[in-house]
């Protein structure tokens, strides 16, 4: 069974930076063709790709974000950790993490999702 | 970036009805297009991918065809538990862009 779940903060001040984890089992980030990323979903709104690593850690931003991200692995940790820098309340959203599909980035399993709210 | 336009935004449709969704893409994407359900507080579900292959475990009801940059997602029978939000996702190109989304309301 593929689960993966997001921790981090729930508040962060604008200007700050956001530090997000996604911890998963059921699947191992070395295993060729594998890759696990970050999607966000402000309220009310449309999914936003943000970024993604892959097995080889070759990585992926969205290049309206790229400036302020940065993503990496822990495979024997099992986590993908997302930074997001100089957080504004525009970047208030659920993000959620995903496993993206053989060798693509399209997403087969997600996470259940992280609310942030970035507000002073 | 590729945009990833949904058409309607809403629609409103009744228990057993035929629903289609289309997505367009702003430029070709063969037939790199998954589609997406989504329940409120819940997160995408995996329908569609390459445009019309069924993912294991979802219902023959759902379908997908198309290519190049026009596609759709049909319902051949709307069940209760089909009322949700259903996006596109094109993976030809990075980043994998989404459509804005179809609310499909009951009628």
């Known amino acids: 069974q593929i689960t993966l779940k997001e921790s981090g903060p729930t508040l962060v001040r604008p200007t700050q930076t956001l530090t997000l984890t996604c911890t998963f089992s059921?699947?191992?980030?070395?295993?060729?063709?594998?890759?696990v990323g970050w999607i966000r979903q402000p309220p009310g709104k449309a999914l936003e790709w943000l970024a993604l690593i892959y097995w080889y850690d070759e990585k992926r931003y969205s290049p309206s974000l790229e400036s302020r991200l940065t993503i990496t692995k822990d495979t024997s940790k099992n986590q993908v950790i997302l930074t997001m820098t100089n957080m504004d309340p525009m970047d208030t959203a659920t993000y959620y993490c995903?496993?993206?599909?053989?060798?693509?980035?399209?997403?087969?399993?997600w996470g259940q999702g992280a609310l942030v709210t970035v507000s002073s | 970036d590729i945009q990833m336009t949904q058409s309607p935004s809403t629609l409103s449709a009744s228990v057993g009805d035929r629903v289609t969704i289309t997505c367009r893409a702003s430029q070709s994407i063969d037939s790199w297009l998954v589609w997406y359900q989504q329940k409120p507080g819940k997160a995408p579900k995996l329908l569609i991918y390459?445009?019309?292959s069924l993912e294991t475990g979802v219902p023959s009801r759902f379908s997908g065809s198309g290519s190049g940059a026009e596609f759709t997602l049909t319902i051949s029978s709307l069940q209760p538990d089909d009322f949700a939000t259903y996006y596109c996702?094109?993976?030809?190109?990075?980043?994998?862009?989404f459509g804005q989304g179809t609310k499909v309301e009951i009628k």
């Open positions: 996702q094109q993976y030809n190109s990075y980043p994998g862009t």
């Open positions: 059921g699947f191992s980030l070395s295993t060729s063709g594998v890759g």
């Open positions: 390459r445009a019309s």
């Open positions: 995903a496993r993206s599909g053989y060798y693509s980035y399209y997403f087969d399993h």
